[in-house]
């Protein structure tokens, strides 16, 4: 009944921006975390950035300064910004939520959407 679904993905040349959209349905009651995790072929899947209800981020260190999340707490959406796009930015863009209801935790992932920088 909950549903996580990314969009925003394509192909983009390299210095190039992208703006990734990842949009949550259900009665989540409450979200705590909204992130974004990325895996290339041949790599495990990694944690590209965070951002907490309270707007508190976080960032792997080798988007820092190119990626920006955020998020519509009221439209229960996250966004992430990405500029200045290098090859080794090449992979499947997952969106993953981390909320609750009042008795359990939900943790649910989107299908992803693929990004290839590229000239």
Same mark, same amino acid.
């Given at each position: 009944?909950?549903?996580?679904?990314?969009? &925003?993905?394509?192909?983009?040349?390299?210095?190039?921006?992208?703006?990734?959209?990842?949009?949550?349905? &259900?009665?989540?009651?409450?979200?705590? @975390?909204?992130?974004?995790?990325?895996?290339?072929?041949?790599?495990?899947?990694?944690?590209?950035?965070?951002? @907490?209800?309270?707007?508190? @981020?976080?960032?792997?260190?080798?988007?820092? &300064?190119?990626?920006?999340?955020?998020?519509?707490?009221?439209?229960?959406?996250?966004?992430?910004?990405?500029n200045s796009l290098k090859?080794?930015?090449?992979a499947v863009y997952y969106?993953?939520?981390?909320?609750?209801?009042?008795?359990?935790?939900?943790?649910?992932?989107?299908?992803? @959407?693929?990004?290839?920088?590229?000239?």
């Amino acid at each position: 009944q909950v549903h996580v679904v990314e969009s &925003g993905g394509g192909l983009v040349q390299p210095g190039g921006s992208l703006r990734l959209s990842c949009a949550a349905s &259900g009665r989540i009651f409450s979200i705590y @975390t909204m992130g974004w995790y990325r895996q290339a072929p041949g790599k495990q899947r990694e944690l590209v950035a965070t951002i @907490t209800s309270a707007d508190s @981020t976080q960032y792997a260190e080798s988007v820092k &300064g190119r990626f920006t999340i955020s998020r519509d707490n009221a439209k229960n959406m996250a966004y992430l910004q990405m500029n200045s796009l290098k090859p080794e930015d090449t992979a499947v863009y997952y969106c993953n939520l981390r909320g609750g209801r009042p008795s359990s935790y939900l943790e649910l992932w989107g299908q992803g @959407t693929l990004v290839t920088v590229s000239s």
